[in-house]
């Protein structure tokens, strides 16, 4: 059985097939150690760089590769396809950049985009806190202008390539208006930045090769010219970024469905239980047969979304549908597809059991998928 995505062009298999090459040698014999020391090598980021898969859809006169968000694709595609979840490549490249290139100066992107396309600066977002997750609304990070700075102070928690950040996006609370009304985004230069913290690094159930870390900043001063457009418009660009962001975790979670049921296919083909292969058994057959066209509808409706994104035509319940429905199976399927491998399912070197663990928090981040449905009601 053959499927080939719609908006896929021969340039994307060309970068597919670049991608493949550069992820086999440079990521996956590097897992193991990387989820030990919770966090990627610096030098990979520098490596990704050089070959161009960074800042891919970002314009090439910012240092960019001038793609599309197809291109982003294809690149969180082959990572879940090799059971990834060290590399935080979407946050740098499909989020952070993407917040920089929408809503900053000219003089903005000119100095940070070309260094995030190199490797050498590593982008990070930092809205949630401690008692502000999926309602933004709530956050207390506090920005006071004082002359041409601001003076920053708070706390920020599941902060994805909080190691390695160099680049940070942080929502606070610029005025006194309650609500979104009072956010702006603001950019932390972290390096020798005074005031800025890097907090433990958090263990989690899964995905233990990224630098999820708590961030927390006292009296921490930052140029007011690096204020993304203007004061009090934080929410709002939070709220038109997040379809993106959204879509983006519904592309992950299709790669990985279809992923486990390809090694779940493999495996029930290798192994043997009372005489015959476990594909042989009718409730495996079964099992496999639901997950593959479980999977194949999921990966249509992800097309769709990809293709109305690329038009510009990507709403927010919509985007919104994809990220719950594809995260809901992504666990369900995954979860079926291990049963079939018994207790090796189990065992961390077996990726089915990696995935299985990486697979949770797609259903948290991003927005609950709780929030998904409700976003989506009110579309009714």
């Avoid at 005489?275 to 194949?296: I, K, M």
């Avoid at 979304?305 to 319940?317: E, T």
């Avoid at 207790?343 to 663990?357: D, F, K």
């Avoid at 928090?361 to 989506?376: A, C, D, F, P, S």
Wanted: charged content about 25%; overall charge negative; hydrophobic content about 40%.
């Amino acid at each position: 059985m053959s499927y080939r995505s719609p908006w896929m062009t021969d340039d994307l298999d060309e970068l597919r097939d670049l991608t493949r090459r550069f992820l086999a040698k440079e990521l996956e014999p590097n897992q193991d150690l990387w989820s030990r020391q919770h966090a990627v090598d610096r030098e990979f980021w520098n490596a990704a760089g050089a070959i161009g898969l960074l800042c891919i859809s970002c314009p090439e006169r910012y240092g960019g590769g001038g793609g599309t968000f197809a291109h982003e694709a294809v690149v969180i595609e082959e990572q879940a396809r090799i059971a990834d979840d060290c590399w935080a490549y979407n946050v740098h490249s499909t989020i952070v950049a993407h917040y920089i290139n929408a809503y900053g100066s000219e003089e903005q992107k000119r100095r940070w985009l070309p260094g995030m396309a190199r490797g050498e600066l590593v982008g990070a977002i930092a809205m949630t806190e401690p008692g502000a997750g999926s309602d933004l609304q709530a956050i207390r990070t506090t920005a006071v202008r004082d002359g041409d700075h601001y003076v920053i102070n708070g706390s920020k928690t599941f902060i994805t390539n909080g190691t390695h950040c160099d680049l940070l996006i942080i929502a606070a609370r610029t005025g006194e208006e309650r609500g979104g009304k009072g956010l702006s985004l603001i950019v932390a230069e972290t390096r020798g930045l005074r005031g800025f913290h890097r907090g433990r690094v958090l263990s989690k159930i899964g995905q233990h090769g990224q630098d999820t870390r708590e961030l927390s900043f006292t009296d921490m001063r930052v140029p007011v010219a690096n204020l993304l457009g203007e004061e009090g418009q934080g929410f709002g660009q939070l709220m038109a970024q997040l379809p993106q962001e959204r879509l983006t975790i519904a592309v992950s979670a299709v790669a990985a469905a279809e992923h486990a049921v390809d090694l779940a296919v493999e495996y029930a083909k290798t192994r043997t239980a009372f005489g015959q292969q476990l594909l042989a058994f009718q409730n495996t057959r079964f099992v496999l047969a639901e997950c593959r066209t479980e999977a194949l509808a999921l990966r249509t409706f992800v097309d769709h979304c990809i293709m109305r994104h690329l038009d510009g035509a990507l709403d927010m319940a919509t985007a919104s549908m994809a990220k719950y429905l594809a995260t809901d199976k992504q666990s369900e399927i995954i979860d079926r597809c291990l049963q079939i491998f018994g207790g090796y399912g189990y065992i961390t070197e077996y990726p089915i059991a990696r995935m299985y663990a990486g697979a949770r928090v797609q259903r948290i981040y991003g927005g609950t998928n709780e929030i998904m449905k409700e976003l989506i009601a009110r579309s009714l």
